[in-house]
């Protein structure tokens, strides 16, 4: 069964430079997530789409920007990066017509140094 | 807000059993679910509970108690693959959720 793909899987930066990370969701999924998962933390949840509309936001930084595209698939746009901001970025997709599990990518490891 | 409170490890040797136990404090709630994660890897659904009792999903099982905010992941006959952290998690309005801070399992032989 298809699952969800992340671009790029590792990523690394200089501080202030920006990333983009994508997310394709598994097909036929109406709604992704975003989590930032710090070593040795749980995944926080960042922000989430439904139909393209972004469709609530947790604790995510200003400078990070996302958006989901008319195919359903999504990114993570951010800027200024920071040291604090290396850590695995995973997006989960879900079916609100479904049981509305969520199903979690492999994650982008960005490094920012 | 949201918290939850799950041990931070637990040891077993193959072939046992062992109970994550995970209460939660929410403002909102739809349902508790658990995780699987492996080092580096992504978190796997395992289970969902929305209404009180428990589900079965092979050797793994899921309770939950809504009156006690309270409920439990349950493995059975250990394999060394369990080794993993796992976690509980709050689906609330917007269906996102909310993590425990996860429960590292060591399966010794």
């Known amino acids: 069964a298809a699952g969800v793909i992340q671009s790029p899987r590792h990523l690394i930066k200089e501080k202030r430079e920006t990333a983009t990370l994508k997310c394709y969701p598994i097909?036929?999924?109406?709604?992704v997530y975003w989590y930032q998962q710090g070593p040795g933390q749980d995944p926080q949840f960042l922000i989430s789409?439904?139909?393209?509309?972004?469709?609530d936001k947790g604790s995510i930084p200003d400078r990070f920007s996302a958006q989901q595209f008319s195919d359903y698939h999504s990114e993570l746009n951010m800027s200024s990066l920071e040291l604090g901001d290396s850590a695995l970025y995973f997006c989960a997709s879900s079916s609100q017509r479904g049981d509305e599990t969520q199903y979690f990518g492999p994650g982008t490891r960005l490094l920012v140094l | 807000g949201q918290s939850l409170e799950q041990p931070s490890e637990v040891t077993a040797v193959e072939g046992a059993i062992v109970q994550i136990n995970c209460t939660y404090q929410t403002s909102g709630f739809y349902g508790l679910s658990w995780y699987q994660q492996h080092d580096g890897g992504a978190p796997t659904f395992l289970s969902y509970?929305?209404?009180?009792g428990l589900e079965e999903t092979g050797r793994f099982s899921s309770f939950l108690s809504r009156s006690d905010s309270y409920g439990y992941l349950l493995l059975q006959e250990l394999q060394m693959k369990d080794s993993a952290s796992y976690f509980c998690?709050?689906?609330?309005?917007?269906?996102?959720?909310?993590f425990g801070g996860g429960t590292r399992v060591l399966v010794k032989p």
């Open positions: 097909p036929r999924h109406d709604t």
């Open positions: 509970n929305a209404l009180d």
């Open positions: 789409f439904y139909e393209k509309m972004q469709s």
């Open positions: 998690a709050v689906a609330a309005a917007g269906n996102k959720l909310t």
